[in-house]
Structures are given as structure tokens and as C-alpha cells.
């Protein structure tokens, strides 16, 4: 919907987020840094490469199923792609599968290289995003490449790119590491949702949080964004708090 790429490019543009003036900054020595800060005060038992084959709602809790066998929690936060989600539902409410069964996905071959034949021929054009068509299988075909060195203020030696989705070959020497990632489809059907899908945790024992939300701070055409995974996640932790309050009430 034109709606969600206006919203896009206004929360992209040099102004800031909503074109409002922001100063960004970054976090010494990565994004790691407050995620090692958040575990160190929480403490949780983390589990890395266990699969979930199974998530059960009962009227008390969720059963959680993975390789290890299964565990029964008093609530869960499923936070990935909608198709995901609802793969690993064993009983999905109606309206769980309604809001995870509308939302499609695209699948994009990524690559960090260092091939500069995807960029403009002229170094002066280079920007942190970059649209590109160029000619491939007999059709003209489209695709994105970053700038990394630009995207991220970094001085090396070396440039790298990141493409999506690149048409033609990309010389096997400089290739550093390829990513198979998928994306929402925003379409009119995933617009409509956004009215009221933030129902969809009311009274649930699994919450669901994505980026096929959107953000509530920026509204609802902010669809498949940073902001909108941020503010789903918050908003079933929010949830989830309150029910847990009233329960111990």
C-alpha cells in the first residue's frame, strides 16, 4: 500500500525518525554489550541451537516441546516471522491463525562481499543505499546493495557491499559469507490487520511479537520495521507483566 511506503521513507529520511530531528548514536563496543548487560541482570537459563518442534496453550500454561523433551512454563513469547509462529502452535487460538496464517513472506539471497562492479560507475554516487537494475537472463532486473563502509561511518581499506537479491554473478573471490533471510510481504491484507492485532495477546498464554506489527509510537504503516519488532516485544512483555500481576492479586 502506498500508505506503508510513504511511512517508510519518512521514517528513513535525514531528519530523523517521522522527520523529526535525531542525533544517533551508537553503543561502544556493539549491540552485544547491552545484551550481555540485560542477561548478567536477569539471569536466564539461555539455550542456544535447541529447536522448537511444539508449543501447547493450556488453560494454566504452555508446554513447550523441543529435541530435550518437553517443559511446561506459566506463559510464552514467540518472537519470529509469522509462518514460523504459527508452524510451531500445536493449538493456535482462531484468532492467532487468522493474524499468523494472513502474513506472506519473501525469501532474498544476501551477500557481504567486496565486488564493486554492483555499485554506480561513478565512486561520487556511492550512498549507504543503492538501487540498481541491470540487465540479467534476458530482462531487466532490480536490486539493493548497501554501502557498508558508508551505512555504518567505518574507515577500512577494503570497501564491502551487502546486495539483495543481485541478478548477475558476484565474483566467487570476493565473496565473505551469504544469508538466506525472508521478509514480510506488506500487503493490504497485512495493513488491514494492523487495526486492532495487537488483540491478538488479550488473555493468551503464548504472546507473539514481529515485525509483521507495527510500531505503535509511529503508527500503523510502520510495518515491518526495526521499531515495530522493538515495539511488539515490549508490548507482550508489557502484557504479559500485567496478567502476571493480576493473577498474583
Known amino acids: 500500500p502506498a500508505s506503508t511506503v510513504i511511512a517508510f521513507y519518512m521514517g528513513h529520511d535525514e ?60 506463559y510464552a513469547v514467540i518472537g519470529a516471522h509469522a509462518d514460523e509462529a504459527l508452524a510451531m502452535l500445536d493449538n493456535p487460538t482462531e484468532r492467532q491463525r487468522t493474524v499468523l496464517g494472513t502474513v506472506r513472506y519473501n525469501s532474498s539471497d544476501v551477500v557481504l562481499h567486496t565486488d564493486d562492479s554492483v555499485m554506480p560507475a561513478t565512486r561520487e554516487r556511492w550512498e549507504a543505499w543503492n538501487y540498481g537494475k541491470v540487465s540479467a537472463d534476458g530482462r531487466s532486473r532490480t536490486y539493493v546493495a548497501y554501502y557498508m563502509n558508508k551505512l555504518h561511518g567505518f574507515t577500512a581499506e577494503q570497501d564491502y557491499f551487502v546486495t539483495l537479491d543481485y541478478p548477475r554473478e558476484i565474483r ?8 538466506p533471510y525472508t521478509h514480510p510481504i506488506i500487503d493490504n491484507q497485512v495493513r488491514e490487520l494492523q487495526k486492532d492485532i495487537y488483540d491478538v495477546n488479550e488473555g493468551t498464554r503464548v504472546k507473539l511479537c514481529g515485525s509483521y506489527f507495527h510500531s505503535r509510537k509511529l503508527g500503523w504503516d510502520q510495518i515491518g520495521s526495526h521499531e515495530a519488532g522493538f515495539s511488539s516485544g515490549a508490548e507482550a512483555a508489557r502484557r504479559l507483566l500485567d496478567e502476571l500481576d493480576g493473577r498474583d492479586a
Open 172 to 179: 566467487p573471490e570476493t565473496v565473505i559469507a551469504r544469508f
Open 15 to 74: 531528519g530523523g525518525l517521522g522527520g523529526r530531528r535525531v542525533d544517533w548514536r551508537t553503543v561502544g563496543g556493539g549491540s552485544i554489550s547491552y545484551v550481555r548487560k540485560a542477561i548478567a541482570a536477569i539471569g536466564p537459563d539461555i539455550r542456544t541451537g535447541e529447536p522448537v518442534t511444539g508449543v501447547r496453550q493450556e488453560a494454566d500454561g504452555v508446554v513447550v516441546t523441543t529435541a530435550a523433551g518437553s517443559e511446561r512454563f506459566d
